[in-house]
């Protein structure tokens, strides 16, 4: 598997810090593959890859188990498993409880450090790497299905609107909390008080997924999961596909995009569309490159006909059809074909669905449910706290402030698409999804998966912004972990957090400062030369 950066992620043969307890640490791995039972997973050596896919494998399935504790069900009447005896130990009990968050914090953990072995294991194994990056995503993702929705209960958001639909109301000027027994459905209160962010693409399979589960929430939930797992086997296919056909290698960007924990747990666990949003703009691209420009902007349409934040690649994708030095009559009869067919393309899906364009009402309108931690939501609302204390309202202020934002990275856009040389039209096309989530007043965590295959496929980059990526991908999952999990009202939720917390932080700490084998990949385990004085 080639590097994106000049360093090796080969253990380091410098001195290391935690001396005595990286000796004792690979002595217990060492004795441990003398027995049977273990030694599939400390057994060995760095140039079998088998060894963690098996790794991540018992990982997934130990969240798949963390799940039925502490993951997302909902308390309808219609649920089939909210009341289920087997799962009341685990989801009324102390112990289940605790243990459920230690598997969850845990697992995710592991199926981390499995992720970072494999990509070590496969550059000393002489076998295919995209096709054990492939097994690995399966393997990790097969017991996921299995599970309850973790880090995230948005699928349940999505069920609700698919109800809304079927009682003939439409998302975009109707709320989910306006339908009796919302709650018990599972839906958060965030979002069952806002206009959907969907296509109508998807809100028709919302409306079809609703009604052919009869509202059961189980049935509802594996039936999205569906469309979650196609997203990641489209993602898969285009990432490796786009790869190759720019000459490139094709593992380092699967691995790091597809296989990525982070990517498996929110859209197999936790239910997202989001891959199948990604994956079809990713198809897109294939489909120009090879020359098949209507079936590009076809595969386009359907993916903002699924979430229409992607109408902002549409340029990009039109600039794809044309060479870097083209004249501007050339880009703009580009962009006219993109825009019309896409156009016409929507046009139909909302004739289809009855809701007709109301999406860009929707769009024009986010941010009603402003995230704090959004740097841009966090600006309007403070701005609009301070100016309810001269008189102002709150909500108007704030929407300005959002308004302004999303101008912001309307032209950050289109200074983009116009600028001359034309740049790389995959890479610029994750600037411009960049520019629309940072500026954005909502930052949901999983975001950040929409633009690592744009950038991992378009330029190679300095070792030290891997590592960054890592780290961060480790806190977003960490965070999702702490901050999503489904307990009694009679636990302290505030305690059970905390307890998850110190579990993920304690094994972060030990991956990037101990582990004999993944202290090198961030670099934590070279010492600095000492400088004595000179002889």
């Known amino acids: 598997m080639n590097q994106p950066g000049p360093e090796s992620h080969q253990p380091s043969t410098r001195p290391r810090r935690f001396v005595s307890t990286t000796r004792a640490l690979e002595a217990l791995r060492v004795r441990g593959a003398r027995l049977p039972l273990l030694r599939r997973l400390t057994g060995g050596g760095d140039d079998d890859p088998q060894i963690a896919i098996f790794q ?14 502490v993951g997302w069900i909902p308390s309808s009447q219609e649920s089939l498993l ?115 962010p969907y296509g109508p693409l998807f809100l028709m399979y919302a409306r079809f997924v609703y009604f052919v589960s009869g509202a059961v929430p189980e049935y509802g939930v594996m039936l999205m999961r569906l469309v979650a797992v196609a997203g990641v086997g489209l993602c898969a296919w285009a990432v490796v596909a786009l790869a190759r056909l720019s000459g490139r290698d094709a593992a380092w960007p699967l691995w790091i995009s597809v296989a990525n924990p982070l990517f498996l747990l929110n859209m197999v666990g936790g239910v997202h569309n989001d891959g199948l949003m990604i994956g079809g703009v990713l198809l ?74 109301g999406w860009v ?15 841009v939501g966090l600006l309007g609302m403070l701005l609009g706290w301070l100016g309810s204390l001269l ?61 690592i295959p744009f950038f991992a496929l378009s330029k190679r980059y300095p070792i030290n912004w891997e590592r960054a990526l890592y780290v961060l991908c480790l806190l977003v999952l960490l965070s999702g972990v702490v901050d999503q999990l489904s307990i009694g009202q009679w636990f302290s939720l505030l305690w059970v957090r905390i307890f998850a917390a110190v579990i993920g932080l304690a094994y972060m700490a030990y991956l990037v400062f101990i582990d004999p084998k993944t202290a090198s990949i961030f670099g934590a385990d070279r010492r600095r030369p000492r400088t004595g004085p000179k002889a």
């Open 361 to 375: 009402s929707a769009m024009a309108g986010a941010g009603s449910a402003a995230f704090p931690y959004a740097p």
């Open 391 to 451: 008189g102002g309202d709150l909500e108007l202020i704030s929407s300005i402030v959002f308004s302004v934002f999303r101008v912001a990275s309307l032209v950050l856009v289109f200074l983009l698409a116009i600028r001359r040389p034309a740049g790389p039209p995959l890479l610029y096309a994750g600037y411009a999804l960049g520019a629309a989530v940072v500026l954005a007043p909502i930052i949901q965590p999983w975001y950040l998966l929409w633009l």
């Open 284 to 357: 897109g691209f294939v489909l120009v490159a090879r020359k098949r420009h209507l079936a590009g902007v076809l595969a386009v349409a359907a993916a903002i006909a699924i979430k229409p934040i992607v109408v902002l690649v549409l340029p990009f994708l039109g600039l794809a059809m044309v060479s870097r030095d083209a004249s501007l009559q050339a880009k703009i009869r580009a962009w006219v074909f993109t825009g019309a067919v896409a156009g016409s393309v929507l046009a139909l899906l909302g004739a289809a669905s009855g809701l007709w364009f």
């Open 82 to 196: 909210a009341r289920a005896k087997f799962l009341l130990p685990l989801r009324v009990e102390s112990l289940g409880v605790v243990l459920c968050t230690l598997l969850l914090a845990l697992g995710s953990m592991l199926l981390f450090r499995a992720w970072l072995r494999l990509r070590q294991r496969a550059q000393h194994s002489e076998a295919n790497p995209v096709a054990i990056i492939t097994k690995a995503i399966w393997a990790w993702s097969i017991p996921l299905l299995f599970s309850f929705p973790i880090l995230s209960k948005d699928v349940y958001s999505y069920l609700g609107q698919g109800r809304l639909m079927h009682a003939g109301l439409s998302p975009y000027t109707d709320w989910v909390s306006q339908l009796p027994g919302w709650f018990a459905q599972g839906s958060d209160s965030l979002w069952a008080e806002s206009t959907s």
């Open 56 to 69: 991540g494998l018992l990982a997934s399935l130990m969240v798949m188990v963390a799940s039925w504790g």
